[in-house]
């Protein structure tokens, strides 16, 4: 009887499964290697830790490893239902939160390992989490796309720790009871920048997209869409990034002003930016809860053992 042990948090809604340090051995020197690691040989893991019947595709993973730089506090590899993460900004509030809860940490700065760099993060005496993501930047202004059933459709492709499609046009009302009609429209809106050969730079996927409206009590109210085909129940620490990039590309958030971000929750990020070569610093402000302690079963007897996706 294989035994995971895990501890389960949510942030802004949005839940994260921290693997507790050692569970699994990963190998590298870098967490980029890591990474690959995992997928070459533990990928029957993340797919058994996050995916039903233990988890869901809503559910985020994050494996805590010996960290790689000297002054970090731990390495990190985030997953989650379809493949691996290069950042999760909910997932690092979610794990600053539970190395607090493990007491391996108190209030004060804490640096956190990830395959998409060093990420700066500080637990702030009301509980709240402050981390500095990696260099986000807005890579394309203004693509627009016909979409079926949906119709034209403008945004920016940007990268904020994973890359987005940001739609600005059209307007759209972001409520809990649409959020399957907007998954329709994100995936429709995916596809066809998939057949369009619309990508990142150097050609990497577009994986994440991100719809906005608007909110009475914060800037925007948004929907992302992410790769496992859930959505994001928290307002999204890479996808918030990505947002403020593209507004400080365009003269619309200056650097240090306050930017509030919902979710289609009613959760609230709060953001900033540092003006910097080639794209900006974002920092992002949220809450975690820790929500369980558990240990994961997988019988070998059982068919079921490495999950499954309906």
């Not at 391996?104 to 702030?124: F, H, K, M, Q, Y």
């Not at 906005?212 to 009590?217: E, L, V």
């Not at 240090?256 to 974002?282: H, I, N, W």
Request: charged share 25%.
């Amino acid at each position: 009887m294989l035994r995971i042990p895990v501890i389960d948090s949510h942030t802004g809604g949005e839940p994260t499964r921290v693997v507790l340090e050692g569970a699994i051995p990963l190998s590298g020197a870098t967490m980029a290697e890591r990474r690959r690691d995992f997928a070459a040989r533990f990928d029957h893991l993340r797919s058994g830790i996050v995916n039903e019947p233990r988890g869901s595709d809503v559910l985020v993973g994050a494996v805590l490893t010996e960290p790689v730089s000297a002054d970090a506090a731990a390495g990190v590899v985030f997953f989650n239902n379809v493949g691996y993460l290069g950042m999760c900004g909910h997932g690092t509030i979610g794990v600053v939160e539970t190395l607090r809860h493990l007491g391996r940490i108190g209030s004060g700065e804490v640096r956190l390992d990830t395959p998409a760099g060093p990420v700066d993060a500080r637990l702030r005496d009301d509980g709240q989490v402050e981390i500095r993501n990696v260099l986000s930047y807005r890579f394309r202004e203004s693509v627009a796309v016909e979409v079926e059933d949906v119709g034209k459709v403008v945004g920016d492709v940007a990268y904020g720790g994973n890359w987005f499609f940001v739609v600005h046009e059209p307007s759209f009302e972001i409520r809990l009871d649409r959020a399957e009609n907007l998954a329709g429209v994100c995936q429709r809106i995916r596809g066809t920048l998939h057949r369009q050969g619309v990508t990142g730079a150097d050609g990497a996927e577009i994986d994440h997209v991100e719809l906005t409206g608007p909110s009475p009590t914060a800037h925007s109210r948004n929907y992302v869409l992410c790769p496992g085909g859930a959505y994001d129940r928290s307002p999204c620490g890479t996808g918030t990034s990505a947002k403020m990039a593209c507004l400080h590309a365009a003269g619309r958030l200056a650097e240090g002003e306050e930017y509030l971000q919902e979710s289609v929750t009613g959760s609230l990020f709060r953001g900033r930016v540092e003006a910097a070569p080639d794209g900006v610093v974002p920092t992002i402000v949220g809450s975690a809860h820790v929500t369980a302690e558990a240990t994961l079963l997988f019988d070998e007897n059982d068919p079921l053992q490495w999950g499954f996706r309906p």
